[in-house]
T-cell receptor
Framework: DTAVSQTPKYLVTQMGNDKSIKCEQNLGHDTMYWYKQDSKKFLKIMFSYNNKELIINETVPNRFSPKSPDKAHLNLHINSLELGDSAVYFC??????????????FGPGTRLTVT | RKEVEQDPGPFNVPEGATVAFNCTYSNSASQSFFWYRQDCRKEPKLLMSVYSSGNEDGRFTAQLNRASQYISLLIRDSKLSDSATYLCVVNLNTGGFKTIFGAGTRLFVKA
């Protein structure tokens, strides 16, 4: 059973298009994240949701809009795609208890290529 | 200064060698610490949490020094399968929660 799943795994699209990536976790976690890993392999957090509420919103263009319909799902919609958006996008989840944040479990990644 | 800094790589070691990775963090609000492993074109996977008293899992030993804001990972008896990128990860609690990943250290273990 896949703990954190993402679809699609690969996404090739043209500049200016709008696309969505979906993420689901079956671990019962209450916190989910989106990360971007660029060509230099640096992993940077974009958003985090706790119990469907946005708690982290890093400096990300507002063309990126996350949506969490429930605790098990966190989707990422990207408008007007640009060449610089090409990267691997990872979804992750963790549990949180009081002030403690536990280890994160990652999905397999979505490799986005904008041409 | 980066919030989480790791040894520059790559480390090239022979099988059986002992290798140590270091990581420093700048924010004293750092609360929990982890080492993750990432294989080429794969997702990061938790290797081990890092506890204040230090902890060991088989060939892997992690240490935390809060006073110096320093974390280390020691790998003994390196295997070919240990070749990967090792990521130092810090969770901050500054009123909001935030996870910071280090840039990673690449390890190549050769026969």
């Amino acid at each position: 059973d896949t703990a954190v799943s993402q679809t699609p795994k690969y996404l090739v699209t043209q500049m200016g298009n709008d696309k969505s990536i979906k993420c689901e976790q079956n671990l019962g976690h209450d916190t989910m994240y989106w990360y971007k890993q660029d060509s230099k392999k640096f992993l940077k957090i974009m958003f985090s949701y706790n119990n469907k509420e946005l708690i982290i919103n890093e400096t990300v263009p507002n063309r990126f809009s996350p949506k969490s319909p429930d605790k098990a799902h966190l989707n990422l919609h990207i408008n007007s795609l640009e060449l610089g958006d090409s990267a691997v996008y990872f979804c992750a989840s963790s549990r949180r208890s009081g002030t403690a944040t536990y280890e994160q479990y990652f999905g397999p990644g979505t490799r986005l290529t904008v041409t | 200064r980066k919030e989480v800094e790791q040894d520059p790589g790559p480390f090239n070691v022979p099988e059986g060698a002992t290798v140590a990775f270091n990581c420093t963090y700048s924010n004293s609000a750092s609360q929990s610490f982890f080492w993750y492993r990432q294989d080429c074109r794969k997702e990061p996977k938790l290797l081990m949490s890092v506890y204040s008293s230090g902890n060991e899992d088989g060939r892997f030993t992690a240490q935390l020094n809060r006073a110096s804001q320093y974390i280390s990972l020691l790998i003994r008896d390196s295997k070919l399968s240990d070749s990967a990128t090792y990521l130092c990860v810090v969770n901050l609690n500054t009123g909001g929660f935030k996870t910071i990943f280090g840039a990673g250290t690449r390890l190549f273990v050769k026969a």
